[in-house]
């Protein structure tokens, strides 16, 4: 069984900083990337960044490039999401996702992730 747990989430003023966890225990060697999606009520959940698990590669939305950092820890089978000059409309609850197995596509689509976290909500206030 994987098991993704995030923490860190909480309510931020404009242009602070807040530094989500995700925890992740099981096969955790079967995996090929962990990402960060995020979703409000009413919208899709959408794509945040993602890191490659054994290459550390990152990839990032274009609505979080240059604010976010993406990072994992091999020892604590974690991933971190630093979210820097927080904006309102970053508000959301924020999940963590991890691909499974072989894969070399893109890693934008929220059907590409096996495992999903229980979310973790971010609320930046104006």
């Known amino acids: 069984q994987v098991q993704l747990v995030e923490s860190g989430g909480g309510l931020v003023q404009a242009g602070g900083s807040l530094r989500l966890s995700c925890a992740a225990s099981?096969?955790?060697?079967?995996?090929?990337?962990m990402g960060w999606f995020r979703q409000t009520p009413g919208k899709e959940r959408e794509f945040a960044a993602v890191i490659t698990w054994s290459g550390g590669s990152t990839y990032y939305a274009d609505s979080v490039k240059g604010r976010f950092t993406i990072s994992r820890d091999y020892a604590k089978n974690t991933v971190y999401l630093q979210m820097n000059s927080l904006k309102p409309e970053d508000t959301a609850v924020y999940y963590c996702?991890?691909?499974?197995?072989?894969?070399?596509?893109?890693?934008?689509?929220?059907?590409?992730?096996?495992?999903w976290g229980q979310g973790t909500q971010v609320t930046v206030s104006s």
């Open positions: 996702a991890a691909v499974r197995g072989a894969y070399s596509g893109t890693y934008y689509p929220e059907s590409v992730y096996d495992y």
């Open positions: 099981g096969i955790i060697f079967s995996f090929n990337a």
